[in-house]
Antibody
């Protein structure tokens, strides 16, 4: 059974960089059948798509975040990562990593999510 | 890229049917048959319920069904059960390998 587990600091100061890693078990990030993505959910609000990455390194980002976001993949560690710079309180959210199946174009497995609070 | 519009809440009695709408634009919902729906119980991760607008993954009850008309996709839950109480989100492909989620709908079973 595929499992995704987010990890990283739960508290980030304003103007600094948020960094999270998603560790994948029970499957491989090197599969050509999937993309790997990040989605966030501010407290009490809806889901916001951040971006996705393919195992070959191709990346696709939400236009509203594109100037601040970077997603990378490490096939040797079977994980992928998110970096969001110049954070503000508006970036406070639960951050989920998820797998996107290319055949169905849907996120079929999700991590539980990790809360990141932006505060001084 | 604006969020897809969903009603904030929908409620129904056990056994009834409810429908959740998801309204986008001709750039997303209207252009692609690639809407997915997710169920998110409180404090849990989202679960895929519908993909490609109308298809159910293995293991998802046939009480859940999807449809689309123009720029609006819909999720119908028939035979509403207490276990269906959760938040529901739609998501659409928006071209250029980008995606947009809906604002979310809280389903309450009365």
């Amino acid at each position: 059974q595929l499992q995704l587990l987010e990890s990283g600091p739960g508290l980030v100061k304003p103007s600094e960089t948020l960094s999270l890693t998603c560790s994948v078990s029970g499957g491989s990030v090197s599969s050509n059948s999937y993309y790997w993505g990040w989605i966030r959910q501010p407290p009490g609000k809806g889901l916001e798509w951040i971006g996705t990455i393919y195992y070959s390194g191709g990346t696709y980002y939400n236009p509203s975040l594109k100037s601040r976001v970077s997603i990378s993949v490490d096939t040797s560690k079977n994980q992928f990562s998110l970096r969001l710079n110049s954070v503000t309180a508006a970036d406070t959210a639960v951050y989920h990593c998820a797998r996107l199946e290319t055949a169905t174009v849907a996120y079929d497995y999700w991590g539980q999510g990790t809360l990141v609070t932006v505060s001084s | 890229q604006s969020a897809l519009t969903q009603p904030a809440s929908v409620s129904g009695s056990p056994g009834q049917s409810i429908t959740i709408s998801c309204t986008g634009t001709s750039n997303d919902v209207g252009s692609y048959n690639l809407v997915s729906w997710y169920q998110q119980p409180p404090g849990k991760a989202p679960k895929l319920m519908i993909y490609e607008g109308i298809k159910r993954p293995s293991g998802v009850s046939n009480r859940f069904s999807g449809s689309k008309s123009g720029n609006t996709a819909s999720l119908t839950i028939s035979g509403l059960q207490a276990e269906d109480e959760a938040d529901y989100f739609c998501c659409s492909y928006a071209g250029g390998t980008t995606y947009v989620f809906g604002t979310g709908t809280m389903v309450t079973v009365l």
